[in-house]
């Protein structure tokens, strides 16, 4: 059985429906933050990698790849923050611009550091964004 | 509770633990077919949109978008066939090549067509890989 | 003489000085919502000369260019949003937010129409971007 | 007061209007090298900010965003040049090629070195071209 | 024997050694107008199926392809131009810059046109190109 | 002449033409290894640049376009394994799959390496699947 299958399956046990969502312009109506915090975790083990390296070259492709992932966080937070939530959203959640601009500053952050907190943050920040994300689906 | 919260409140209740899993190439060891799934939903939403409408420009826009992301879902599999899975696995699962070639190939045909029929095959094909995927994680 | 030198010629003799500022996750310092302005620009030349043409092909086109350059001006407000603007200047315009919130979106309402008064808004909402982002430099 | 409205106001004042010029293939007609500026301004300050750190990481950092900058630089300028200047401005410009030529080839230098005498022939190469585009406008 | 070699031993026979040349910015020293060459030809295909088609979808998906087929081959050959070629080159052939700039413009022509003519200039042009290339190999 | 011109040609003069192959999803049927090939060689003058300085910044030059010369392999490879072998190759060659997974792979080492052998097997992996691929359009 595919994920998706054993999650639903559990899920649906608990009579929660999984609801994938959705994240292109069309709107095709598809967006869910698990892209961002997937791109996430990989920004923390980046660090992770970078910390427990004592390779020059390795290290520095670490910075590389770490820049490239905390701009895909970036990129997914602006298009669910911008595309996904409306008006009413806001109304119901009067911190939502708050959550976003803190969790795409701290991507930014973390570009510039290898402290693992800062990755933790941003997990944590998105896991909130997540958190108002499915409160919507409900 | 966000989604990752509530499926390890409930994943952890049945001792399963969620891993979500990497996808770059420095390995930062995360991957996950999630990347490819969500980007075929939105692939079928084209569809459907496109369908269900009689609107010319907006049919060129359904063409536009779906043409990317069929691109983005051949990306995320090519990744996780080359970057995730070793030698091991492939001993393991036989077919694990035929599996990525054809779901690559659905992909590229789902460019070519409206039909959601190749949509939904394209998911299925994406979730026996994930079944896949996460029989390595056990 | 240059543009810039002309520019600045006639500013300085104002006492007014052109600063152009800057835009990358150094930060680099450089920050300008011109890059977004010039996007904006094309947007709207894009849905003239869709309405001006009758060739498909040409109509075709249009929204596949209209379609990038939108996702431009998104980009360079998010930019300007997450990167340039800090917590001081929050508490300085207090519709920080809500005003790239809007001209975000009305940017992605304008790759689904071709009316241009969605392009003048874009470009309106901009200037008062570009307003507020001046007074910081003051 | 946005710069444009600033700068309008100002311009307006002299019977000068500011055209503000186009970019893409369509062609939408709307051209400006204040986006190739940008883009070397903020190579000249990576430049600057790696020679003020002794941050190893901070400089590597410098050097992956200068080289991006710079990419940026010469695809702005050969958009101008293929793009925007015709026949009839070489006839005019006859050393067109050659400023072009070498205000992109100066933007490769500048990804191999961080010598700001680099960056401010990069800028004023890009000045003499905007020079020629402004006239062309009148 | 792989084409390479094939190559290779036929033209060995002939005394003329196969030098594939090199694209990058390092610079890495390898350049090939066979880039552009086979950019050009997918650009040619897709003109001359869109006019064996009557399927309005396809039709789209051709202008789409092509509209990214001609700037692969505009970035491929202004990276040839800026790159490869050096002063001295310039002065053994002095048409350098106008080889460039008319190719770089047919591939612009090529967005917005389905005549197969434009696509053979492209070819031509390019296949000038490669000529001056070549002699500078010898 | 040329150098398609010249290898017609000699080619032409043992009755072997040159087809040279095409890349696209349309598909536009344009496929050619010597896409892969001329990004593996990069790789390996990248590789070989960073063993012969001792420059610090120049190294991690070298790295940053290492990691996107890789990239652009796998890229290219996975678009002629997906795209252009269809199911009747596969029969013919039982080890196209073998073929592309290691290869592929093989590009991904390249990333973590400056071992000039690693770029040499990337190109004698290439070559055998150039040869495969020459095969089937005999």
């Given at each position: 059985m595919s994920l998706a299958s054993r999650l639903n399956a559990?899920?649906?046990?608990?009579?929660?429906?999984?609801?994938?969502a959705a994240h292109c312009d069309l709107p095709c109506g598809v967006y869910d933050p698990?892209?961002?915090r997937l791109e996430a975790q990989s920004v923390k083990a980046c660090m992770e990698k970078y910390l427990a390296s004592d390779d020059a070259d390795f290290k520095t492709?670490?910075?590389?790849i770490k820049?490239?992932?905390?701009?895909?966080?970036?990129h997914h937070l602006w298009v669910l923050w911008t595309d996904y939530?409306?008006?009413d959203h806001l109304k119901q959640f009067p911190n939502l611009h708050d959550l976003f601009w803190m969790a795409?500053?701290?991507?930014?952050?973390?570009?510039?550091?290898?402290?693992v907190n800062i990755a933790d943050r941003l997990?944590?920040?998105i896991d909130a964004i997540a958190e108002?994300?499915?409160a919507t689906k409900k």
């Open positions: 559990i899920l649906d046990a608990k009579t929660t429906p999984l609801v994938v698990a892209q961002a492709r670490c910075l590389i820049e490239e992932r905390c701009e895909a966080v970036k939530f409306k008006v795409t500053k701290t991507a930014g952050d973390a570009k510039k550091s290898n402290d997990l944590s920040e108002l994300f499915w």
